[in-house]
């Protein structure tokens, strides 16, 4: 059912766009519209019919994983005798590879391609019930994975160590795996918004930085957090509370009917405020459901209108070379009344015992 109310929603929108029918390619859409998970599969949709298209390996799989009312097309005879029907086909842009786009081309030679790309990720930046019941589980085993990886950490410890430790804890718990490769960093490391693993040993003393994500259900996760083995210094302490009232700040902004620019606003006057607006040069936020980073953009250049049912992410960040860094990021599920902080791992400052 959940499926087909998709599936609707998104016919709805074909003539209003001028097309016959749509082909989705991008396999998180495809998953999102018919639940099927393999390598190889494309959604055609009509205004009355829906029809993956994959080839032999995944055939028996997908009748399984398909709602009944989803067709099935095996590509080995080719897209000509399904596709030559439409005046107007919708294809996904940005990810549709130009050799497959010329083979379309050759196959149906009189039917016009038009760009599509962004119809289902509309309908993805809405999270149904379903989907925000999974997702509010999904933060909890993320919240957990974290506090049981601080009892794994002590003097020597390596970054891919502490990954696997994250990765044997998180199957434990029942998650799929990672929504992204982690980023753990110690010291001034810390420093690096987008750390690349190095085999760094933690040093007694070293603040560590933990950015990490799981899979559960298909449903991704994303949030960081700063811890220190000792006292923080000044300028440490100074940071930190920079970065959680920047946080807590655009939390507070977030309002129905706000743009997402307005959101960003409030995190970066913080911080720019303190001094440190050029050591804050990403984004706030992104929107998190079956990918890490997907609608909306939180940034100050997006145009997005905040809307009941969004879940993005809030992640302020000041990062100093000879320092360090401090990231605090929450996943945030926008309501009719109010927000809800799905992660909700302890945001105040801590030194652990290691």
């Known amino acids: 059912m959940m499926f087909m109310q998709r599936i609707k929603s998104l016919q709805h929108s074909l003539a209003a766009k001028g097309l016959s029918a749509l082909l989705v390619s991008n396999p998180p859409n495809v998953r999102y519209l018919c639940g099927f998970r393999g390598s190889n599969g494309r959604l055609l ?88 019941r999974v997702m509010r589980e999904a933060c909890r085993i993320a919240d957990e994975c974290l506090e049981r990886l601080l009892k794994t950490i002590r003097v020597g410890v390596s970054e891919d160590e502490l ?45 560590i930085l933990i950015d990490m994500g799981i899979e559960y259900r298909g449903t991704m996760t994303d949030m960081t957090r700063v811890f220190f083995t000792r006292k923080p210094t000044a300028i440490e302490q100074k940071m930190y509370s920079i970065v959680l009232e920047a946080n807590q700040k655009a939390s507070q902004a977030i309002r129905l009917g706000k743009n997402a620019a307005e959101i960003d606003r409030a995190a970066r006057a913080v911080i720019e405020q303190a001094g440190y ?41 000041v990062y100093l070379n000879r320092v360090g860094g401090v990231r605090i990021e929450d996943m945030i599920l926008v309501k009719e009344k109010g927000i809800e902080v799905l992660t909700r791992f302890l945001k105040e400052m801590r030194v652990i015992e290691i």
């Open 277 to 317: 607006g050029k050591q804050f040069g990403h984004s706030t936020g992104h929107g998190v459901g079956l990918e890490v980073h997907e609608a909306p953009s939180i940034s100050e250049k997006s145009k997005e209108v905040i809307r009941a049912g969004m879940v993005f992410t809030i992640e302020p960040g």
């Open 163 to 207: 990954e696997w430790n994250l990765l044997s804890i998180a199957r434990g718990l029942g998650a799929d795996g990672f929504s992204f490769p982690p980023i753990i960093c110690f010291g001034k490391n810390t420093a690096d918004v987008h750390h690349a693993k190095e085999p760094n040993r933690l040093k007694k003393g070293e603040s």
């Open 45 to 132: 949709i009509t205004p009355k019919k829906a029809t993956l298209i994959t080839d032999f390996r995944y055939l028996r799989s997908a009748r399984k994983q398909l709602p009944r009312t989803v067709g099935l097309f095996d590509q080995k005879d080719g897209f000509k005798s399904l596709l030559k029907r439409f005046n107007s086909l919708g294809f996904e842009d940005l990810h549709l590879s130009y050799a497959f786009f010329k083979k379309l081309k050759k196959e149906i030679p009189e039917t016009r391609l038009r760009p599509a790309d962004g119809l289902v990720q509309a309908l993805r930046v809405i999270k149904d019930p379903e989907e925000i």
